[in-house]
């Protein structure tokens, strides 16, 4: 049974960056593609970025494509979510999953949801 704990929210003005970091427990993290995924108030929870279980390959939600990177260290079994240049619209409650594979990320995740971490821009 993996389980996953999302950290690095926090308050950031406008432009600024910060790295997320969701970290497993237990065994086999690798085989797993990884998704960070984010829920604002009164909105449904969307996929944002995912990533294969090998880091080859990443997707990118249009909302943020060009703003934010992940990747992930299958040796400390971390998926890390690089947020630059933030809008007030990135403000949600940001959790990572894992799928089978990087096409089911969006509908099919295997794990139960963590407590998330907060992410607020605002000036």
């Known amino acids: 049974q993996v389980q996953l704990v999302e950290s690095g929210g926090g308050l950031v003005q406008p432009g600024g960056s910060l790295r997320l970091s969701c970290a497993a427990s237990?065994?086999?993290?690798?085989?797993?593609?990884m998704g960070w995924y984010r829920q604002a108030p009164g909105k449904q929870r969307d996929l944002v970025a995912g990533?294969?279980?090998?880091?080859?390959?990443?997707n990118y939600a249009d909302s943020v494509k060009g703003r934010f990177t992940i990747s992930r260290d299958n040796a400390k079994r971390t998926v890390y979510l690089q947020m630059n240049s933030l809008k007030p619209e990135d403000t949600a409650v940001y959790y990572c999953?894992?799928?089978?594979?990087?096409?089911?990320?969006?509908?099919?995740?295997?794990?139960?949801w963590g407590q998330g971490t907060q992410v607020t821009v605002s000036s």
């Open positions: 999953n894992r799928a089978r594979n990087i096409g089911e990320l969006g509908s099919q995740v295997l794990g139960s």
């Open positions: 237990g065994s086999f993290f690798s085989i797993y593609a």
């Open positions: 990533i294969t279980s090998g880091g080859s390959m990443t």
